[in-house]
């Protein structure tokens, strides 16, 4: 499919065997990890396994990625790649596991229960992907956000407005040019759905250009961090971080759901 930042079987192993080094070497009682041991190469062992698993969780994910982009691509409707910064989620480090992922769901499908009818057709995925943030004078911290490739009959502009998040951004968080909503137009849908379920965790270092707008370069995620994410993940299954809208998963896969 070509699909970028889909992770080749390699690539996986090297993320899982780092995985497992940290939960070891960061004294992680093995009660709650050691059957992670037994995922390896492109296959995992367990039936549903924990989304530590980088096996088990792309196993699961491309599945999703497969299906909802069938679905996507029968839709008419244009397609957007959108993302979703609400700085009233973000989280000093130490602190990920105090993240709700339904909190930032239920505000979601707040927003898309206010919507203008024509989103009741509109067909959702994605999921909260993690960043770790680091600020100019070093302050750092977890800046959960949201990925969805969404089909909806509806521009960009009105994409913005109906996903805008309720709360105001603390202003110390955020540059002069802060967007809480970017929307691209979709190129691949494969690409942007692969993108929107990604499970990597990115560090994103503080830039400023001339003007004072700030921008964002990626940097290496301390091992500390790395850690914390690791055993957020552990504590999840697989698809607990992914979103669909009007569609579901069902038990011959995902199939499509209209609001009422
Ligand atoms: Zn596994």
Known sequence: MKVQKVLSEEELSRLH??????????DVNDQNWK?????HGSECPHQACSAACAFGERKELNRVVRQTRRLLDASAMPRHFVTIIDPTCFLKPGHLSDLSVNGMFQSLRRRLREAPDSWKSARIVGAVDIAYDRDADGR??????LHLAIAVDAD???VRRVLKPRRPAPPDLVGRKFRPVKVKRVTSLANAIAYSLKSTVDGREAIWDRRG???RRPFRVPEAAQLEHDLWMLGMRPRDRSFLGGMMVSKGGVVPRRRP
């Open 35 to 39: 059957h992670l041991k037994r995922c």
């Open 17 to 26: 065997v780092a995985r497992l080094a940290r939960f070891a070497s960061g």
């Open 156 to 158: 960009a502009k009105e």
């Open 140 to 145: 750092e911290w977890w800046a959960p956000h």
């Open 213 to 215: 707008n700030k921008d």
